[in-house]
């Protein structure tokens, strides 16, 4: 299976801060990396697919970039509608596999 | 736009089998893998498996040998079957779609766009 590590594993920030998220494959995945967003007790929300795209009614303050192993999420000016799990999925081959999630909490 | 609504028992004893369905309204079936996702508490996600419209399946090595996953076109439902369950099974079960968005050059990538509500499962004696 594709190993998927995310950092930090929880970060502090302020509304308004511009904040990077890492995420890193085992091997070698192209750009099949989708990023996912979850707060607590729903059901995770996709905002990026194939590593860059924004999905369809996501706020354009996300934006996601990399290929191959190293892949970020970044999001520009945080809202207090940001804090948030967010988790990365490699989608490159079954078993699809997440990273352990990052967990964005109000300093 | 396609909603998911998902519903089994919540409640199992361990080595009873797990049984979830979803049901996809606003759209069909067709043309979309639908996947099961499971949470448990406090932890991060696992993909459990998939099936393409047509019935075609793929599953976590992990889970394979107790994995059924099914689908029914005439309701517009797929379901998932997890054997022998123990404690360990306990979690939040989600449904959700995948798409291929075709990114040039051959190139297919899958996400899973919509969701379905989740649905606790404990597996208690």
């Known amino acids: 299976d594709i190993q998927m590590t995310q950092s930090p594993s929880s970060l502090s920030a302020s509304v308004g801060d511009r904040v990077t998220i890492t995420c890193r494959a085992s091997?070698?995945?192209?750009?099949?990396l989708n990023w996912y967003q979850q707060k607590p007790g729903k059901a995770p929300k996709l905002l990026i697919y194939?590593?860059?795209s924004l999905q369809s009614g996501v706020p354009s303050r996300f934006s996601g970039s990399g290929s191959g192993t190293d892949f970020t999420l970044t999001i520009s000016s945080l809202q207090p509608e940001d804090f948030a799990t967010y988790y990365c999925?490699?989608?490159?081959?079954?078993?699809?596999?997440f990273g352990q999630g990052t967990k964005l909490e109000i300093k | 736009q396609v909603q998911l609504q998902q519903w089994g028992a919540g409640l199992l004893k361990p080595s009873e089998t797990l049984s979830l369905t979803c049901a996809v309204y606003?759209?069909?079936?067709?043309?979309?893998?639908w996947s099961w996702i499971r949470q448990p508490p406090g932890k991060g996600l696992e993909w459990i498996g998939e099936?393409?419209?047509?019935?075609?399946?793929n599953y976590n090595p992990s889970l394979k040998s107790r994995v059924t996953i099914s689908v029914d076109t005439s309701k517009n439902q797929f379901s998932l079957r997890l054997s022998s369950v123990t404690a360990a099974d306990t979690a939040v079960y989600y449904c959700?779609?995948?798409?291929?968005?075709?990114?040039?050059?051959?190139?297919?990538?899958?996400?899973?766009?919509?969701w379905g509500k989740g649905t606790t499962v404990t597996v208690s004696s």
């Open positions: 959700a779609r995948g798409s291929d968005d075709y990114g040039g050059l051959g190139h297919y990538y899958y996400h899973m766009d919509v």
């Open positions: 194939a590593a860059s």
């Open positions: 091997q070698s995945i192209s750009t099949y």
């Open positions: 099936i393409y419209h047509s019935g075609s399946t």
């Open positions: 606003g759209g069909s079936l067709s043309g979309n893998y």
């Open positions: 999925q490699q989608s490159y081959i079954t078993p699809y596999t």
